[in-house]
């Protein structure tokens, strides 16, 4: 789709673009008509009876027994790439590095895992607690203004590193990785690659079979303007079969003639015995709530109608406009220049912690006649001040708006 020429439309599934001039996307989005919708047809298909359409009548109420399920997966592949058997649907990010982690990887003592000191925070708490549990190495990299580089990863990654733990972009200064590097650099010890994707998905054409990574996850409500609670699992198609997961689900057996309920020598063990799916529905943890999945679907639908090459190609071009109107006023930006390097998510500072707080602080209502402007401020790994995505909806003339506004600021 012609993004530019049907930005109106376009944006008039985001009502709320008329209130605010939204640029908070890496935060959290706005909600779309279109996932809302979707939402309220869910209830009220609960409100007027069952929704699933198995065969077999009375058994208890699941997501995964709704088309919609499926549905979510289909399209999740179509947007990264990925073959729908390698993909399943997750509750949060969290969730799913969780379940990656403690629930799939075996760990022996002696073993180390590499992360980063712009990896976000909740996924290092995992490791944190892996390395206290089975005494795992941790080995952090150093951000250098920004950027990790790729011959510090080099240095770090060796034959004991079983995982790498990286943000595709990372969430608090937008510098974004070479992900067919980092998966080149990482197989060659043969240890897997754990790509948090969350601030990348639907800003940018993520492309898992071309990047080769092992594991990727992202959720719903950021980049991807979606609902809370929906997110995708991808694992790569050789690493299903090889992979036995702690966390099991019976619905998962790969049973001959479906599930046995109604059969009267059903069994709780033999009636069950079978392998797992060999697809990765077999990491699936049940962590999926039904109206959720109906608003994923339509967002899903949504973005892969636009074509996330097109949404790409204007979130960088929106990203490089207002680097460049920054520099104009003197702000110094913190996420790497390189187009190679960023998207749309772009940390700048005013120079002052107090000065940038006082500009977040002012930007929430600029003046009694001015719309909100809606960003973050973050800091991590020493880098920090106020952080605004660009995404596909954005115009030029907001972000003029915007740095109009902190030019004001400033005087
Ligand atoms: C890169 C990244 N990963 C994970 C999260 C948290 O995700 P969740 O709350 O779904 O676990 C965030 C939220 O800001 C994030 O930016």
Not at 325 to 350: F, Q, S, W
Request: aromatic share 10%; net charge neutral.
């Amino acid at each position: 789709m012609n993004l530019e020429g049907n930005l109106e439309k376009i944006r008039e599934e985001f009502p709320l673009l008329s209130h605010y001039t939204f640029f908070n996307a890496a935060s959290q989005t706005l909600p779309g008509k279109y996932w809302l919708k979707a939402m309220r047809e869910c209830l009220q298909f609960q409100e007027s009876g069952r929704i699933e359409s198995i065969p077999v009548p009375d058994v208890a109420s699941h997501p995964f027994l709704t088309n919609v399920f499926f549905s979510c997966i289909e399209e999740a592949a179509k947007l990264i790439h990925a073959k729908t058997t390698e993909v399943t649907n997750m509750y949060r990010v969290m969730t799913a590095a969780n379940l990656i982690v403690n629930n799939m990887i075996e760990w022996r003592k002696g073993d180390n895992a590499v992360f980063t000191d712009l990896t976000y925070p909740s996924l290092v708490q995992i490791l944190l607690n892996l390395s206290r549990r089975k005494g795992v190495k941790l080995r952090r990299i150093k951000n250098v203004n920004g950027e990790i580089l790729l011959e510090d990863l080099e240095k770090n990654v060796d034959d004991n590193t079983k995982l790498v733990v990286v943000c595709h972009t990372t969430p608090f200064c937008g510098f974004t990785y070479n992900m067919k590097e980092v998966c080149r650099i990482t197989h060659e010890h043969n240890a897997f690659v754990l790509d948090d994707a969350f601030q990348a998905v639907g800003a940018i054409d993520v492309n898992v079979h071309n990047d080769n990574v092992d594991f990727l996850i992202t959720g719903s409500y950021k980049w991807q303007c979606g609902p809370e609670g929906a997110g995708i699992f991808y694992i790569r198609e050789d690493l299903i079969e090889k992979i036995n997961p702690l966390f099991h689900n019976y619905i998962w057996a790969d049973i001959p003639g479906g599930f046995p309920f109604n059969q009267p020598d059903h069994d709780n063990i033999r009636s069950w015995d079978y392998p797992l799916v060999k697809n990765a529905n077999r990491f699936n943890q049940g962590v999926c709530v039904t109206p959720t999945l109906f608003g994923w679907n339509s967002t899903l639908k949504f973005l892969n109608n636009l074509g996330i090459r097109n949404i790409e190609k204007r979130v960088r071009k929106l990203g490089g406009y207002l680097i460049e109107r920054l520099k104009d006023i003197n702000c110094k930006v913190l996420t790497p220049a390189d187009p190679e390097k960023r998207h749309g998510l772009i940390m700048y500072t005013t120079g002052s912690h107090k000065r940038d707080l006082e500009s977040f602080n002012m930007f929430q209502r600029p003046r009694l006649d001015e719309k909100p402007i809606k960003v973050s401020i973050r800091y991590l790994g020493g880098i920090g001040g106020i952080r605004v995505s660009t995404h596909f909806f954005n115009t030029e003339e907001e972000i003029d708006r915007l740095v109009e506004v902190q030019k004001r600021i400033l005087k």
